[in-house]
């Protein structure tokens, strides 16, 4: 059972507009949450990430909102560019007190932003 | 090359053979990851390492083997491949300080026929 889940496969957007990515997830003890983007042939790139005491981070045109009650989380792109057509994954973590912090990935959307 | 590279890119093999796949590091990161990538399951944890001689099984390791002699250096090997094991596979490195950050490789496309 998937513990990370992003239920949009794909999602198209006009150049310039809001792209809104969202992930939702299963385990209450995640208190770490990340956002890789990830090109065609490359691996994937850490873009932007939010602590669990947080329900904002902002960078740049990034941000990420999470709503600890609703377990969810959302990634917002403004305004869209056709440099970020990709695919991103939704990503989260849990303290463990005596191993590595293992991070659980989500399936990906793969965003395109038309021109 | 600085960074984390991986060898080869494109590997195509038989069912039951055995391969190897290289991961190398120019960062002295402590960590490194073994992921495979397949289509609605995302990036699946295989192996890691906390440092040499230190492994932990991930999410999917049944028919992988790691090995980590040296700190840039992370092999995977598949003892006797199997289709099931036709994937993308990813490997990643963080510093002991860093939180999450994870960076990756380029990645190998392996096909078992």
């Known amino acids: 059972d998937q513990q990370v889940k992003q239920n949009s496969p794909s999602l198209s957007v006009q150049e310039g507009r809001i792209s809104i990515l969202n992930c939702d997830y299963t385990?209450?003890?995640?208190?770490?949450f990340l956002w890789y983007k990830k090109y065609p042939a490359e691996g994937p790139t850490f873009l932007i990430s939010i602590s669990s005491i947080k329900d904002k981070n902002e960078d740049g045109r990034f941000t990420v909102f999470l709503n600890k009650s609703a377990k969810h989380l959302s990634l917002h792109i403004v305004p869209s560019q056709p440099g970020d057509s990709a695919v991103y994954f939704c990503a989260a973590s849990a303290r463990q007190e005596t191993s590595y912090d293992k991070v659980i990935f989500g399936p990906g959307t793969s965003l395109s932003v038309i021109p | 090359d600085a960074g984390i590279t991986q060898s080869p890119r494109y590997k195509i093999t038989e069912t039951g053979r055995q391969v190897t796949l290289m991961c190398h590091q120019t960062?002295?990161?402590?960590?490194m990851f073994w992921y495979r990538q397949d289509l609605g399951h995302g990036l699946r944890l295989i192996y890691y390492?906390?440092?040499?001689?230190?492994?932990d099984k991930g999410e999917v390791p049944d028919g992988y083997v790691v090995s980590r002699s040296k700190t840039e250096n992370f092999p995977l090997t598949l003892e006797s491949a199997t289709r099931s094991q036709t994937s993308v596979y990813f490997c990643a490195s963080k510093a002991w300080t860093d939180a999450y950050e994870q960076y990756f490789g380029p990645g190998t496309r392996l096909t078992v026929t």
């Open positions: 390492s906390a440092a040499a001689d230190i492994t």
């Open positions: 385990n209450s003890m995640f208190d770490y």
């Open positions: 960062w002295s990161h402590s960590y």
